[in-house]
């Protein structure tokens, strides 16, 4: 199982947006998929709700709140075949609940808007993260992607700057697009949208796609579903790592 967390202290940078994408890809190519909620906000699991039967299943995980009656760790448990777990942070994340959230991860995706505020923020973030990563990844990948880009301004550069500067990978840049509010607003990911409309957006995730691939192996058994047809979006083959 591998977990993918999305995490950025800063609110309203594009973590549950990333994440209920990434919930729709990987359960579209036949992964079977939770999506972990750890915002009371519970906005990845209000979207979960909107999605219908027919689509690739995504199962749907409270982290946010204990429930009474159950221990936490059988309220986290994802379920022994579950293969990908997405989980989708709040805003505000510091000290103790990062650590907490950081040892939960084996990748972490850092999203970050290319504004001065967002930059000055994200950068108080990834030092606070990086101190304690130090010494303590142990395979952990951890990477970084722009979000809502407009134009290459000066805070897009000074966040290729940022990441190169903490060693961090920049590894793939979301255009600012309706799409996205359009996607949360009907239970739908990027990659369930018609192609016509989407066409650039899946583009523009392919490296991230063939970034995540790095350490999960893809499958063969992709593109026999309807689903598949709808989907066109299709890892690089050369870039996973099938064991
Ligand atoms: N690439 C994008 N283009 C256009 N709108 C976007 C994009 N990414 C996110 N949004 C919109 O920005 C808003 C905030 O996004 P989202 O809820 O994903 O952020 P968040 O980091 O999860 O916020 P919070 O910290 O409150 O949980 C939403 O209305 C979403 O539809
Ligand atoms: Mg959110």
């Known amino acids: 199982m591998h977990n993918i967390m999305v995490l950025n202290a800063k609110g309203g940078c594009g973590k549950t947006t990333i994440s209920t994408t990434l919930a729709c890809y990987f359960a579209g190519q036949g992964y079977k998929t939770a999506l972990m909620d750890y915002d009371p906000q519970n906005s990845s699991h209000h979207w979960l709700e909107m999605r219908q039967p027919t689509q690739p299943e995504i199962r ?16 986290l448990h994802t379920g022994v075949e579950t293969e990908v777990v997405i989980m989708d942070t709040p805003a505000g994340v510091t000290g103790g609940q990062l650590v907490d959230l950081f040892n939960k991860a084996d990748t972490i995706l850092i999203p970050v808007m290319p504004n001065v505020i967002d930059l000055n923020a994200v950068e108080g973030f990834i030092v606070e993260l990086m101190r304690f990563a130090k010494n303590r990844l142990h395979g952990k990948r951890i990477a970084m992607v722009i979000n809502r880009v407009r134009f290459k301004t000066a805070s897009y550069q000074k966040i290729e700057e940022l990441a190169e500067r903490m060693g961090i990978p920049l590894i793939g840049s979301l255009r600012d697009t309706q799409n996205y509010a359009i996607a949360m607003e009907s239970g739908l990911g990027i990659c369930e949208m018609k192609q016509s409309i989407c066409a650039k957006d899946k583009k523009q995730w392919q490296p991230i796609i063939n970034w995540l691939h790095e350490a999960i192996p893809g499958k063969e058994s992709v593109n026999s579903s309807a689903y598949s047809e709808m989907n066109g979006w299709q890892p690089e083959a050369k870039s996973i790592a099938i064991s």
Request: aromatic share 6%; proline share 0%.
């Open 60 to 75: 749907s995980i409270d982290a946010a709140r204990s429930r009474t009656g159950i221990t936490r760790t059988w309220q």
